[in-house]
């Protein structure tokens, strides 16, 4: 059986997945990058803008699980643009030409359009579904791989609560954003269904890995 | 100067540090003895009970941090009793005869009555003020040593917005409470006057450790 994963998942010490005030500019609201920093900073952070340098402790060793095994993303509407993106006819996502997914990738609206070929192997589809039908349609579509669960804070939050997610890494930023997207609210129990293992980095970032118990 | 000092808090991953349905059987209501677990298995918390054995690793010695130190303690309504304690004339606090304060201990209430001397060190003093001025107080009980931030979740965030903690101890534990008092509710950027240090315990909590910033 493959598996559904979360990886890189960064929230703020008050649970936070993302700031208010989402817009073109501001992708994270008032969170900016601050969520996103320790990434930045390692090697696996640094390629993904073409770039060399970076860490390779175990904040790198960690976000470079992002990629293995993965034949699939499902992300949110939220992930894929700033508010009101489904008014553009033109978006194309964050990312530019080649975007950093190299799959398949189904991005969840309730205003689906045509897919999109991008360059170096990622498509967008469009797709309104609930959580399992769309964790089905990706696993056709992962031919044999795993599917990551792409974000944001509100879909992360619901495939949990569906009780579809086999592996997530969260990594808890030590802020205080005080307002925005809470990942954790109506999880109450979550941890039964997991092992858990948390990992304080040199960097200060916390790593908290939920592997799905075995049944 | 003496410190203002948060000790071997522990909050729930979603930041609760108590459940609902607080009451004289369920002092942390739906959260039961889960958020405390860790602190039991240490030599310091099995010596609280006259106990011997437990753990002698990082829990016991970040736990152990309690005592030293320490001239006065301040607590909030909340932590001294269940609700309604207040027309309990009777009502001495949760801890039995010889309480594991052993100093001046400054009890936050709308409804102050007389003082109350207990065994081996701890009298209990009741008192209505904000906290600058409860701070103040007890910091002249203390007689030169810092002053204890007891809880609960109230009053450590009343005492954290208000600037007046120079040290404290979180203890995350990877449980989802769903439900209960936030601790970190109205405190954004709180981040930025301390040093923030994090160690991951082998028993599966997070321990999370402010100092102050230098000014």
């Keep these: 059986m493959t598996r559904a994963r979360i990886h890189n998942f960064s929230i703020s010490l008050d649970g936070f997945g993302t700031g208010v005030g989402q817009s073109l500019e501001t992708p994270f609201g008032h969170a900016g990058h601050r969520l ?17 340098g970076g860490s390779s402790g175990v904040d790198n060793a960690l976000a470079q699980q992002f990629e293995p095994g993965i034949g699939a993303e499902i992300m949110g509407a939220n992930k894929f643009g700033p508010p009101g993106w489904q008014d553009d006819a033109d978006w194309k996502g964050w990312w530019g030409p080649n975007p950093p997914f190299h799959t398949p990738t189904f991005v969840l609206t309730h205003r689906p359009r045509s897919p999109i070929e991008m360059e170096g192997g990622t ?17 056709q579509a992962a031919d044999g791989k795993d599917v990551r669960i792409g974000g944001g804070v509100t879909m992360v939050r619901d495939f949990l609560a569906a009780g ?52």
Aim: no cysteine; proline share 5%.
């Design 36 to 52: 996103h920093e320790w990434m930045f900073a390692t090697r696996f952070g640094t390629s993904m803008f073409g770039r060399e």
């Design 123 to 139: 498509t967008f589809h469009f797709l309104e579904a609930p959580p399992a039908e769309a964790l089905d349609t990706a696993r």
């Design 164 to 215: 579809l997610v086999d592996h997530a890494h969260f990594v808890q930023v030590p802020i205080l954003l005080g307002r925005g997207e809470r990942v954790w609210d109506g999880l109450e129990d979550l941890e039964q269904g997991y092992d858990i293992e948390t990992v304080a980095s040199p960097s200060g970032v916390t790593h908290l890995i939920f592997d799905r118990k075995a049944s």
